[in-house]
């Protein structure tokens, strides 16, 4: 079955700090990828997506490749700032699955100022 | 354009009651996904609508349903309330998922607690 695993956290960085998140998949068919932020008491907000190998999807300074050969979707970023601190979750969708959307745990970054 | 709306925002129950969760989707998604959010289980998948029918399910008991009217909002309900019910139900939708690659857009959640 499908499946995601993201690096074990919590993470802490400093401000303007690098940050990489790592997250692989297990997937029968060619999903689409997705990387999802949670915000204390909020709900998941969409941060990125790619649909297909070697896309890259971006936003807010965040992004993330869909490396195929490797099945990957890392996220970086080249400067973290104090309100980048949220529970991001790495997520696929398999075209074959039905619309269900299959998370990784989730990681919690902390940014010091 | 608003997002998805879910009430409400918390709802507390005693073992054994139902409760009744609410989603409104983004105006032109015709798709409704809830999720579980429990304490150490991280997000799983609880059912699908489209189009007013029930597209998929995930590994819940039948107490755990739902359904969508005829404007796209949800509603989920479950019965006889258990203790291991305490966590945040997301609601998300999409536009038709037949079309590729359609991402899934959530709302804030309602925290469901039993006491």
Redesign the interface.
Same mark, same amino acid.
Do not use: C, I
């Given at each position: 079955g499908d499946s995601v695993t993201q690096m074990e956290g919590p993470v802490t960085l400093s401000e303007e700090a690098f940050l990489t998140i790592n997250c692989t998949y297990t997937a029968t068919g060619y999903p689409?990828l997705?990387w &999802?932020v949670q915000y204390p008491?909020?709900?998941?907000? /969409?941060l990125l997506?790619a649909?297909k190998a070697d896309d890259k999807g971006s936003n807010k300074g965040f992004e993330a490749t869909y490396r195929k050969e490797t099945t990957s979707f890392h996220l970086e970023k080249g400067s973290v700032q104090v309100s980048d601190s949220a529970v991001y979750?790495c997520a696929l /969708?398999d075209?074959g699955a039905?619309?269900? /959307?299959?998370?990784?745990?989730?990681i919690t970054l902390s940014v010091r100022p | 354009e608003a997002g998805?709306t879910?009430s409400p925002t918390h709802l507390i129950k005693t073992r054994g009651q139902q409760a009744t969760l609410r989603c409104s989707p983004i105006s032109g998604h015709t798709?409704v &996904?809830w &999720?579980q959010q429990a304490l150490g289980l991280?997000?799983q998948?609880l059912l699908?609508y489209?189009e007013g029918e029930e597209?998929?399910r995930?590994n819940f008991p039948p107490r755990f349903s739902g359904r969508q009217f005829p404007n796209y909002s949800s509603e989920l309900n479950v019965n006889a309330l258990e203790l291991e019910d305490s966590a945040l139900y /997301?609601c998300?939708s999409?536009l038709d998922?037949d079309r590729?690659?359609q991402?899934?857009?959530?709302?804030?959640?309602t925290r469901l607690s039993i006491l």
């Open positions: 689409s997705f &999802y008491g909020e709900g998941l907000q /969409l997506k649909t979750f /969708l075209p039905n619309s269900k /959307l299959t998370f990784g745990k989730g | 998805v879910q798709s &996904y &999720y991280g997000l998948f699908w489209d597209r998929n995930g /997301l998300a999409s998922p590729e690659n991402p899934q857009h959530f709302g804030d959640g």
